[in-house]
């Protein structure tokens, strides 16, 4: 399986028209033409889709093969000879398009690109007096049109019949959501059984741009967007989750009012999903933050940037002066470019002087982090995107990833359909589990459980990898045989007790996994948002290193990450245990060099490990931390226990707020300060899979609003504190390659077309694919098992609270949704909070699906509407976590924390349900 991936090491030579050209073995005869300046026309053929042979456009004449030949069908041969332009196929083409044109509709807006016309137009038959056919139709009535969907609009009276929508559906999305209906003149796409609205259909939007007549056009902005009046594109990285996906944003008069894919580059070779293509009206909103606010007797008033600054800078100063660096604490934020986060844990550590640095990681990813630190020496994911759709196995736990990362999703769907055995453990259903040959739907917080029950199958059953575990594990076959002796007593009885996973689903899902050649994990926050959660990933990477399963291609462990450049932060040093490149804070020689690298003493850069997210905090509500700044993050939304946070909040001193909107933190801010969104900035972020990628200023920022990392320059300034004069952000990129070794073959122009993975030790090293292939980055160069015995969570269902709340997202919005939920496109599918109960559950308490309920404990409440779903399983409850009218993190806790990664049990916390009457 998987021949795909076979690297083309051959090259074939032919002759068209006469001129010798080489090309790859294996190339496409259309791609090798084209790619060689030949421009043979061609409707229905696309380089990411199969090849259909249906518009015929694409004849020519191969010496030794009869008749006519679609160039799009055959591959490029050795000693090849071809004919692709002479009178006869000139003819045969300018037919074809008089045949197709007497069944097209050909009125134009001007508000897409038309390939058909186009080549209407190279072949002058513009005039309908110089075509040999007459118009069968034209336009249709317009109740014809399939205008349902909230992005798009479909008029069939412009369909060829080409078939590029339908495979961009099903072959590069994996959806199979379009089809053909009816014959003739009256055959027309469908979605689904009818119209779009009533379909399957997400709005990704790939059909829209494989279009080539216009048959199927954007909704959005189509009243205002007219090509001929668009002034520019701009590539740039998708702002949302942590896939990379490469944008051309179409500017028009200052605003942007389009969104395609980016063809032939990573992480997504055009394709995107909802949010990317069409989440993009937040940048214009005007909700948006202008100008400098300061709370002056309970009220915000607007002021100068200089009154701003120079309040932040005294106020700062007075705290750190009279209660010491580490009464100061900041929040940065996994939205904002590398440059800005690396500036703003420069100015943390240099002007304040302290570690208490922190962002969203620690609320997702930080126990995936900490138990991969652990036991390979590097938190990030080890193998890229691609390796999905090439692995023989894949293994999803604690991740709905066809919603929180939709592109990544398209290759696992590529993978299946070439026969990749995918295994789903999640405790709800999801919309992967159609796809999945095995669904383990263990009980919430059991996963340490199932995964020993695993381990001990693959023990028992001889499956393991001996040479690797003897040459690549820290101990060899003494820490195996630890390992060992800690999951016998994990039987698949016992583990079926616990985990309500049926015994022979655990027993083959450990035999699919262990036995497969190469094999990919995905894991994500449904593992890590526990008290257990470095338990659970420990777990889950005893199992991978004992089958050897990472190390090579398609084999290793890759978690998602959430936001888009959640990855950078940490690469870059926000976080309150490493500097730069993951180099503990109390490591001295690397304290010496930055000190050097930064021109500040050495005695400045603090030494001792800082508090994290919930402990901040914490320390906060204690009165230990007196002033916080906050760039780009919402805690009264995202923390554990809102009510709390709320508290620790009001006891502040002092809070400065960072953002593009006000949010549900900014009414605590003392200072709020307008930042510039990732369409108004240069810099780059860094994807899930290590990819550094370039961010490009399209639109100016509205009113004052300013780029982040010019921000916290200029603060710095006024705390006389220079932490660096930099001409524009590639100067502080610079800086970056110097202070993080992983990032020091890396610069601008090298990623100026695509981005490069880390680590690129130097420049001209390709970077790296795939990690750990000769050693892991622990001081022997082995990994490590770290065997752990299931707990439960202390917090559990009782008679009061007799429920567990599960929290998560939904594809169509974002995080704390301030940017999704400003887009009417986004909205039109989903802006509304729900609760999935399980039927069964539903009846027994009372409550009828659409019934508006209460969710409550001792902590706090939210209300909400009822959802019965049996894709969850009885006494559990899912509640997304976007939406600020139901904040469910009213109910999580943040009084029990993982001990190891700091993460707080956002996936567990008891509850009870009500309706509410009336």
Not at 36 to 64: M, W
Not at 281 to 286: G, R
Not at 296 to 313: K, P, Q, Y
Not at 823 to 847: C, K, M, Q, T
Request: proline share 5%; with cysteine; aromatic share 8%.
């Amino acid at each position: 399986m998987h021949d795909t991936e076979t690297r083309r090491t051959t090259t074939v030579t032919l002759t068209i028209d006469g001129r010798t050209i080489t090309v790859p073995a294996g190339t496409n005869l259309l791609d090798a033409a084209v790619d060689n300046g030949f421009e043979i026309p061609h409707l229905c053929y696309h380089r990411r889709l199969s090849p259909t042979g249906a518009c015929r456009l694409c004849v020519v004449k191969i010496d030794g093969t009869p008749g006519l030949t679609t160039a799009c069908t055959v591959n490029a041969e050795e000693g090849m000879s071809l004919t692709a332009f002479d009178g006869e196929l000139e003819e045969v083409r300018r037919h074809t398009l008089e045949y197709l044109l007497a069944e097209q509709n050909e009125e134009y807006d001007g508000t897409y690109r038309d390939e058909f016309r186009e080549l209407v137009i190279r072949y002058g038959l513009e005039d309908p007096e110089s075509r040999r056919y007459p118009k069968i139709r034209t336009a249709l009535h317009p109740a014809l049109i399939d205008d349902s969907s909230p992005v798009l609009t479909y008029d069939p009276s412009k369909c060829i019949s080409c078939f590029r929508c339908i495979k961009g559906c099903g072959e590069i999305q994996g959806k199979h959501v379009l089809s053909f209906s009816d014959r003739g003149l009256d055959a027309r796409i469908v979605a689904g059984y009818g119209r779009w609205s009533e379909s399957e259909c997400d709005g990704c939007g790939e059909c829209v741009q494989l279009c080539p007549t216009g048959s199927l056009v954007e909704k959005p902005h189509r009243a205002e967007i007219r090509l001929n009046r668009v002034e520019k594109q701009v590539k740039t990285t998708c702002p949302y989750c942590g896939v990379g996906c490469q944008l051309n944003l179409h500017v028009q008069d200052g605003r942007i009012l389009r969104v395609d894919g980016v063809e032939g580059v990573s992480p997504n070779d055009g394709r995107l999903c909802v949010k990317g293509r069409f989440g993009y009206d937040f940048v214009h909103s005007p909700d948006r933050l202008t100008t400098p606010l300061i709370k002056r007797n309970g009220r915000f008033v607007e002021a100068t940037w200089e009154e701003a600054l120079d309040l932040i800078a005294r106020k700062f100063t007075e705290i750190r002066d009279e209660h010491g660096p580490d009464a100061l604490a900041g929040y940065s934020s996994a939205k904002c470019t590398n440059e800005d986060t690396y500036l703003f844990q420069k100015f943390m550590r240099v002007v304040l002087g302290t570690n208490n640095i922190d962002y969203c990681t620690r609320l997702c990813h930080a126990s995936t982090v900490t138990a991969m630190m652990k036991s390979l020496g590097g938190g990030a994911g080890t193998n890229s995107i691609e390796d999905f759709a090439r692995t023989d196995c894949l293994f999803v736990t604690g991740n709905n990833m066809i919603e929180t990362h939709p592109v990544t999703a398209t290759f696992v769907k590529q993978g299946v359909a070439n026969g990749t055995k995918l295994i789903v453990c999640d405790p709800r259903w999801t919309p992967l589990v159609p796809y999945a040959d095995i669904w383990l739907q263990a009980r919430t917080g059991t996963d340490v459980a199932l995964l020993n029950g695993m381990i001990r199958v693959i023990i028992e059953e001889k499956l393991f990898n001996r040479r690797f575990i003897r040459e690549r594990l820290h101990g060899g076959m003494d820490a195996f045989e630890q390992l060992s002796e800690l999951v016998r007593s994990y039987t698949p009885e016992v583990v079926e007790e616990i985990t309500g996973v049926p015994e022979e689903k655990m027993r083959e899902a450990a035999r699919i996994y262990a036995r497969a050649e190469t094999a990919m994990i995905a894991t994500g926050m449904g593992m890590s948002q526990q008290t257990v959660g470095t338990d659970n990933v420990f777990s889950l990477l005893n199992m991978m290193l004992i089958c050897g399963h990472i190390g090579k291609p398609r084999s290793g462990i890759d978690p998602p990450r959430g936001q888009n450049n959640v990855q950078g932060v940490t690469d870059v040093g926000c976080s309150p245990i490493v500097y730069p490149g993951y180099i503990p804070v109390g490591d001295e020689d690397n304290r010496r060099r930055l000190a050097d690298l930064w021109n500040v003493p050495f005695e400045r850069l603090p030494a001792d490990p800082g508090l994290s997210t919930v402990e901040i905090a914490k320390a906060a509500a204690e009165g230990r931390i007196r002033g916080l700044y906050i760039m780009g993050e919402n805690p009264m939304l995202t923390d554990p226990d809102t009510t709390h946070t709320g508290k620790a909040l009001e006891n502040l001193e002092f809070l400065v707020v960072q953002d593009i909107f006000h949010t549900e933190t900014t009414p605590y801010a003392d200072v709020i300060l307008p930042a510039a969104s990732f369409a108004e900035k240069e810099g780059t972020f860094v994807n899930s899979d290590r990819r550094t990628l370039r961010v490009r200023r399209a639109v100016e920022s509205p009113g004052e609003a300013r780029e982040d990392w010019r921000i916290i320059a200029d603060l710095a300034e006024r705390m006389g504190s220079s932490i660096g004069r930099y001409a524009d952000a590639s100067r502080i990129f610079e800086e970056i390659a110097g202070a993080a070794p992983i990032f020091r073959g890396i610069s601008w122009d090298r990623i100026d077309h695509e981005g490069i993975q880390w680590p690129c030790p130097e420049p001209g090293h390709p970077g790296t694919a795939t990690l750990f292939e000769d050693r892991f980055n622990t001081p022997d160069g082995k990994a490590i098992l770290f065997p752990v015995d299931y707990r439960e969570e202390t917090e559990q269902p009782s008679d009061r609270y007799p429920f567990i709340l599960n929290t998560g997202r939904i594809l169509y919005q974002y995080h704390t949704s301030t940017m999704s939920r400003r887009n009417e496109a986004l909205n039109a599918y989903a802006d509304e909070s729900f609760a999935l109960i399980h039927p069964e559950d539903a009846r027994l308490i009372g409550v009828g699906s659409g019934d508006e309920i209460r969710l409550y404990n001792e902590r706090g409440a939210f209300a909400t509407r009822a959802r019965l779903d049996e894709g969850v399983r009885r006494g559990e409850v899912f509640v997304p976590f976007h939406f600020r009218e139901s904040p469910v993190n009213m109910l999580t806790r943040a009084d029990e924390l993982d001990p190891y990664s700091k993460i707080a049990a956002f996936k567990l916390s008891a509850c009870a349900i009500e309706r509410v009457e009336g």
